[in-house]
Structure formats: structure tokens, C-alpha cells
């Protein structure tokens, strides 16, 4: 059992992403562990993150399955190769596409639990379909294709 | 010309939202506007809003074209209604679905400019498609499906 998400394994210059890097002092800082074949993250949205009074704000929601999955998807892919998170060359995924439907509101003042299902590995791509619940309903599902950013572009900073 | 934006123009139990409520002060504030038959609104990222040094995080481009969509939606409801967006009854739409392809990197430290296009008016639904663009180059292209909250459930506090 790892005890460290996946986002504290990301190098340093991977650590700096509003959602979920642990160098950004203003940002999210989501934080995703493997549970068994599917992936889980939770989150609890500050009172400001609403759409309206008593509603989770949707494009807080779109953020949040956006950097879930992406974790996901590098996590999957270090799985893929019979490594660990810690390894080199860091495997680090960008995205490509991202599909949030949005089943029912989302109440403001409760934990958010992100579940994540990896559909597809096909070379540097990776498909992750996440869910996000609170109180035990889904209440917005999503869908990401990532791609796996070259090693070259890490190092020219992109 | 309306020199007020869109959401300038939502009652005050609307101009709560994160990504574009005028009483949010914790929020992005977008403002959106007509431009002929196109929708326009523009924003700086702020320099943490980043996914790596130098570009643009995913989540906020997902929540500047769901706001600027939903705000669209409902300037073009109230076009298609042959009325003013200060009259009653309000409309405000919802978003039932956001789909948002990442083209390439979004630069940070300029002002992206986002433009919508109304593509359906069918009944309470309002389907967009959004671009948004830095430096004269499209990064990324959005479509949202947004639906008319029923006025009771805005009463409601939903």
C-alpha cells in the first residue's frame, strides 16, 4: 500500500498545477490513491466554490475529475509498466479532452468522493472515465483522454 | 449596445457563482458580452492559474467556457424572446454538459479571449460552442449543453 498519492510522486515542475500540485500554495491540491483497480480522491469545496447558494460551482467539479483523471492516467500507465510512482522517466499526462455530464446539483458543505475507472491504455494515451459523488449519489460523471507529455517537453518547461 | 455583460444583468441570487457572480468576491468574475451574433469575454489568468510554468491550468479554461456559455445561453434566450435581459421573469440557464478539447498549450500571462456561438435553441435548451484564444490562436474549443432552470427551482435556492 502506497501511502503517498499520486500527485506527491510528480517532480517538482509537474507540482506547480492549480489542481493538484503540492507546490501551488493557492491551488486545490487534489490528492488520488489507487483502491483496489479504481482510483478515489476526495474533496471538500470551500463555501466560495458555489454555483449558486447551497450548489457545488460545475466548472470547480470539471476541474476536479480533469486532475483526478490525469493522476489516474499516469498512475495507471507506471501500473502498466510493472513500476512505481517514484521511478524515472516521470510519466506525466496532459489533457486532451474533457467530458463532464452534469446529473443532478451538487450540495456545497459536504465531502466530494472522485472515482476513477480506467478504460483504455493505448500507447501514450489513456482514457479514464471518473465519477463524482456526494453522499453517496453520482452527481457528475466525466470522461478524459489523456496523452502523455514527450520527456522532451517537460524539460523545455512545457 | 449593452455596455453591461450578461451577468451584470442576473438577479442576486444568480450572482453568487464562482466563475462569474458580480457578488463573488472570491471568484473570476467573468463578463461576457454580444459581438454581432457572436458572444465575447476576456480574462487574465492570474499567475498561480497555472497546469506547468508558463501555460494555462485546464480546469479554469473548463470554467471560463462554461461561464461564458451559460451566460450566452441565457443572452440568447432573452434575444430569441425579443426582450431585455433586466425584465422578468429571469432566465438563467444551467449546464447539463461540457465537452472541452484541449488543442494546444494556453500561454499564461496574457488575456484570453473567449468566443461563443449560439448553435441551437430547441425549447429550454441552448446548445453553445466556445473557443478560447490567446494571441490571436485558438487553444481550446468547448461545447455546452445548457438548459433553463425552472423559475420555481430558482425560488427554491437551486
Known amino acids: 500500500m502506497d501511502n503517498k498519492a499520486f500527485q506527491d510522486h510528480y517532480p517538482e515542475?509537474?507540482?506547480q498545477c492549480y489542481g493538484c500540485g503540492r507546490l501551488n500554495p493557492n491551488?486545490?491540491?487534489?490528492k488520488s490513491y489507487w483502491d483496489g483497480d479504481e482510483t478515489?480522491?476526495?474533496?471538500?469545496?470551500?463555501?466560495?466554490?458555489m454555483a449558486m447558494p447551497g450548489f457545488v460551482y460545475g466548472g470547480l467539479i470539471a476541474s476536479l475529475i480533469d486532475c483526478h483523471s490525469t493522476g489516474s492516467a499516469a498512475a495507471a500507465a507506471y501500473r502498466a509498466d510493472g513500476?512505481?510512482?517514484?521511478?524515472?522517466?516521470?510519466?506525466?499526462?496532459?489533457?486532451?479532452?474533457?467530458?463532464v455530464d452534469y446529473l443532478r446539483p451538487t450540495?456545497?458543505?459536504?465531502?466530494?468522493?472522485l472515482r476513477g475507472r480506467i478504460k483504455e491504455i493505448k500507447g501514450r494515451k489513456v482514457v479514464v472515465e471518473t465519477t463524482l459523488s456526494a453522499d453517496g449519489r453520482v452527481c457528475a460523471r466525466g470522461e478524459?483522454?489523456?496523452v502523455q507529455l514527450p520527456e522532451k517537453m517537460r524539460t523545455a518547461g512545457v
Open 13 to 15: 515542475d509537474y507540482s
Open 27 to 30: 491551488g486545490l491540491q487534489i
Open 40 to 49: 478515489v480522491a476526495a474533496f471538500t469545496p470551500r463555501p466560495y466554490h
Open 83 to 99: 513500476r512505481q510512482m517514484d521511478t524515472e522517466p516521470a510519466l506525466r499526462f496532459v489533457t486532451a479532452s474533457l467530458k
Open 107 to 113: 450540495p456545497l458543505g459536504v465531502r466530494l468522493e
Open 144 to 146: 478524459v483522454v489523456a
